[in-house]
């Protein structure tokens, strides 16, 4: 669950712009001092949902430094590495003679990427067979289907339901490598090594991800939620039991009766003891070699020095190691390979694997792992070097052993989870920078070790895809054909976006046409096949791309460009803010900006700059060339400054009117004053949860976590970050610890808050309520009280009792948290007071006009006709919202128009396959007869949500009736 947010306070003081010199002139003549060197750091999911506004022709990263020359331009910056006739310059704006721009995004060299994702035509299909699969399948064997939900979910964008998948996968895996390898993705997902002071060896307190358990052999689906205690485990695991191979323990004396010779040296041994270790030693020591008869053997040659004969000797008779250094021990490990010594092998495993503390450790040890087979040392290596991610990427020793050109064969001794290792590494290493020789080298090495059809997919696409940006296009055409040849129908996209780059342009046409005809109408093939149209053809495909899926950015942000080609800026600005309103990404704010400073609004386009840089701090613009904190300053020099004392009253007023963006853009001007201030990297966290950007959201919490002044406050967001990655009980414990040390408003708030987040019971409601109340009575603002008001009058509400729920509203209220509207609106329709209910939502919608949810909530408080206006409102304003396509269903339904209901929801389904709809959709035609559909419907939900409850009933119900109709 995200953080609920929204609150405000005071009246805002207006800032204008002051008269000054245009921007366009302050940065053709502003000296450019820093080298452009570093590469915008895009995540993966980022870049696949849209990259930066000049998605074509982008120029590669120049590692020429640009010196300080006042003649120096900007279009001397862009010209340094574009050729000339890819840049265009802006059109003449209004009276103004001056260009804005060179380097402006044209609409003819615009285009959206290759997404890296699998995607499936018929999604609800593919993801209800692999439920189907999942349910059938033994216990121990899931633990890669897992993964692959995991791959087929990705390009939901959903960081939780992902984490979910990969919990699962840890879950059922059974081998050491395999929970190595996923318990490094857990915490890999929750970027712990941004947490100072934190070891990649910590752990959290759950057996999923604790580093420990991870090395325990063996499969135990019942184990895996429960809380580690790392110290009995380290007790299990990293020390070997003094067990002789019947059970006992070797404490009589006994007859030395053997003696190996190793340079000069004797070793005396029980022949008995040193016989029962392997076959191969009983046979020579008492079969019918000559050694049978000896008492002195010679193993000068044998491979085993006197100090490691020594350690054999001991572990004959104790199945112990003593005090034995790692390097006798390693000699001993081969010894036992050579001599088919199992029992000794597996105890240097385990002695061997104890060691391995730190990066030397497993950069030393590995390679004996590898080829010795000692499978508990390499999973021990292994963690070390996983959990060392994304840094290990940088490290030459790192990559060698997984980049070079053996590196597959010699890691086979990691079996099916080779696999599994690579597919890891190479989702980072996509991450942090998609066209690196290192990402091709992971990516072949993943395609060597697909077995099944999903995963070959997975590889060749990936390799198309990061070949593509590399502009080697016979390759990256070639693995493209070899998805699309394994079932992967997306992957076409990529060959016709490779023969449209070769000027084949109707044969990318063709394509696109062929696979309309063959599948239907989906957003992204008409997305595809709008570049290779031109004039109205070319529109028509874009507006039946939003129409079929308005999630894609794509479309909105050509339609804009467009428009400003043709002078329509403000137009312009409409047609990309409808996609901002529901889809904050960095490209779309960054091509508004350009609008904003077209019309010379100045204070608008430093807001959108300031908000993008929060989202990704790294980003550049004017074709990657220039740096955003650099245009912030030149932007800052043609609005008015404002005092820490404006930026708290601006804050206020932007939160109060739901402004997150603005809200985002105050903050970040906030922490440039004063960067480690812990409390306003929380307060952006915030911001950007109710933004749906969960993983900013997370590296601000990060952030103020390492900034925090005491430990009371250190705790708190320890716990939300613990809250947040679905570690509910380690949260509470985290709120309790700060409690103790302090009672603040911030610590109350997150136990209340997190007690909140299940059914309550009367008296746990009760004591959710005093927590409130106490957060409320420790010193805090506006901003934060209100939101406490807000959640107290919430559970008034959920108690019954109006009153004091209404009380609680009007109180936020006062202090200006704006969302409290629609409590005080819940609290009158709960008392039969309809139209209050209305009116209250509509002030709401006054100050919010823009806010989805708002039109949504009135939409319950309306009469018929007027609430179908609202929903229609709030799709238009965020069609990501699922209730209205829900709402307009069920009319339909109850109107006996069963095929138009079932339609209005196939409508978002094909964008956004979600539960709610997937399980109403079932129902439906459960209701109409249709038993098969809607079992499919039924797994699918069930593959989001194994345990959503209403989908499992409908799901036993239907089965029944379709073995009902098959008898």
């Known amino acids: 669950m995200s953080i609920s947010v929204d609150e405000d306070l005071f009246d805002s003081r207006t800032c204008t712009s002051y008269p000054k010199s245009k921007l366009v002139n302050l940065i053709k003549h502003h000296v450019y001092h820093t080298s452009n060197t570093m590469m915008v750091g895009l995540k993966l999911k980022d870049r696949c949902k849209t990259t930066q506004v000049h998605a074509l022709n982008n120029p590669s990263d120049s590692n020429t430094t640009v010196k300080s020359n006042p003649l120096l331009t900007i279009n001397s910056i862009l010209s340094n590495t574009c050729d000339q006739e890819q840049l265009v310059k802006f059109p003449t704006l209004g009276d103004s003679s001056e260009i804005l721009f060179d380097g402006f995004p044209r609409s003819d060299l615009f285009e959206p990427p290759i997404e890296f994702f699998l995607k499936n035509v018929d999604f609800v299909a593919t993801i209800a067979e692999l439920y189907r699969r999942i349910e059938s399948s033994f216990e121990s064997s899931k633990c890669l289907m897992f993964v692959e939900q995991y791959a087929l979910l990705c390009s939901l964008g959903d960081s939780k339901l992902l984490r979910r998948c990969l919990q699962s996968a840890r879950q059922h895996a059974v081998d050491p490598i395999s929970k190595v390898v996923v318990s490094a993705w857990l915490r890999y997902e929750r970027r712990e090594d941004e947490l100072v002071g934190v070891s990649g060896f910590d ?20 184990l895996a939620f429960d809380h580690c205690k ?19 323990c070797s404490t009589s004396e006994e007859v030395e009766n053997v003696c190996f010779c190793i340079d000069n040296e004797d070793i005396c041994c029980v022949r008995d003891r040193i016989a029962s270790l392997s076959t191969p030693l009983r046979v020579m020591l008492y079969g019918k070699f000559a050694e049978s008869k000896k008492d002195k053997i010679d193993f000068s040659h044998i491979g085993i ?7 054999v000797e001991l572990f004959s008779r104790t199945r112990r190691f003593g005090s034995s250094s790692p390097k006798v021990v390693l000699e001993v490990l081969a010894f036992a390979n050579r001599f088919c010594c199992e029992e000794m092998k597996s105890g240097c495993d385990v002695y061997l694997a104890s060691f391995v503390c730190s990066l030397e450790d497993a950069l030393l040890l590995i390679d004996y792992g590898i080829e010795e087979g000692a499978k508990l040392l390499l999973a021990s290596c292994l963690q070390v070097l996983l959990r060392e991610l994304p840094s290990a990427l940088n490290n030459p020793r790192v990559m060698g052993i997984f980049c070079s050109s053996e590196a597959r064969e010699r890691l086979a001794v990691v079996g099916n989870a080779s696999f599994l290792l690579y597919y890891f590494l190479s989702q980072v290493a996509i991450e942090e920078k998609t066209t690196s020789d290192v990402i091709l080298m992971l990516l072949q090495n993943l395609r060597e070790c697909a077995v099944e059809r999903w995963q070959k997919v997975l590889a060749f696409h990936q390799l198309g895809c990061v070949l593509l940006e590399r502009n080697e296009y016979k390759d990256a055409e070639c693995y493209f054909d070899a998805a699309a040849e394994n079932g992967h129908v997306y992957s076409l996209a990529g060959v016709a976006r490779i023969k449209y780059k070769q000027g084949q342009r109707f044969s990318a046409f063709e394509i696109l046409n062929r696979l309309i005809s063959d599948y239907g109408s989906i957003g992204w093939m008409y997305q595809e096949r709008s570049l290779y149209s031109v004039g109205r053809k070319k529109m028509l495909d874009l507006n039946e791309a939003s129409k079929l899926d308005p999630t894609l950015s794509f479309p909105y942000k050509y339609r804009a460009v467009a428009m400003a080609e043709e002078n329509e800026v403000e137009d312009a600005i409409l047609e990309i803010n409808k996609i901002i309103r529901f889809k904050l990404s960095p490209d779309c704010l960054e091509l508004r900006a350009w609008f904003y400073m077209a019309l010379k609004d100045y204070d608008a386009a430093l807001r959108d700059i300031r908000a993008l840089l929060t989202l990704e701090p790294d980003y550049k613009l004017f074709h990657r060339k220039m740096r955003g904190d650099h245009l912030v300053d030149l932007l800052n020099q043609l609005v008015q400054q404002w005092s820490p004392a404006d930026c708290w009253l601006q804050l206020y007023d932007r939160w109060s009117s739901i402004d997150d963006i603005g809200s985002l853009a105050v903050i970040h001007q906030m922490l440039l004053n004063d960067p480690g201030k812990s409390l306003l990297l929380f307060r952006q966290s915030l911001l950007l949860l109710r933004l749906n950007c969960q993983k900013a959201a997370m590296r601000s919490l990060r952030l103020a976590r390492n900034h925090s002044s005491s430990e009371y406050e250190r705790l708190v967001y320890e716990g939300w970050i ?20 302090q009672r603040s408003f911030e610590a109350f708030f997150l136990k209340a808050y997190t007690l909140a987040d299940s059914t309550l019971d009367p008296d746990a409601s009760s004591y959710v309520i005093q927590l409130l109340k106490d957060a409320l009575g420790c010193p805090s ?10 959640n107290l009058g919430s559970i008034y509400v959920d108690c019954g009792k109006l009153d004091l729920a209404a009380d609680c509203y009007i109180n936020a209220l006062d202090i200006k948290h704006t969302r409290a509207h629609q409590g005080l609106a819940r609290v009158y329709y709960l008392k039969n007071e309809k139209k209050a209910a209305f009116e209250e939502m509509t002030k709401l919608i006054d100050k919010a006009p823009n806010n989805a949810s708002a039109y949504e909530k009135r939409s319950e408080y309306g009469e018929r006709e007027m609430a179908s206006n609202d929903l229609s409102t709030a799709t238009q304003l965020d069609p990501l919202r699922t209730y209205p396509y829900r709402y307009r269903a069920a009319v339909l339904m109850d109107d006996q128009k069963e095929s138009e209901a079932v339609d209005e929801l196939n409508k978002a389904i094909s964008f956004k396959p979600d539960l709610q709809m997937l399980h109403l959709r079932s129902a439906f035609h459960e209701s109409m007869g249709d038993v098969v559909t809607a079992l499919i419907d039924c797994e699918a939900a069930l593959c989001l949500d194994p345990n959503h409850k209403d989908t499992l009933d409908l799901y036993s119900r239907t089965r029944g009736e379709a073995n009902h109709q098959q008898k």
């Open 203 to 222: 752990c959290v307190g759950r057996v999923l991800e604790c580093p420990k358990a991870a090395l325990v052999d063996g499969y135990d689906p019942n």
């Open 230 to 248: 790392c110290d009995e485990l380290c007790d299990g695991m990293l020390s070997f039991h003094c067990t002789t191979s019947n059970g006992e």
């Open 305 to 311: 020095s006197a100090e490691g004969m020594l350690a």
């Open 722 to 741: 613990l809250y947040d990655t679905g570690h509910r009980e380690e949260a509470l414990s985290k709120a309790e610890k700060s409690i103790s040390l």
């Open 781 to 790: 603002d506006g901003l934060r009280k209100g939101q406490a008001l807000n």
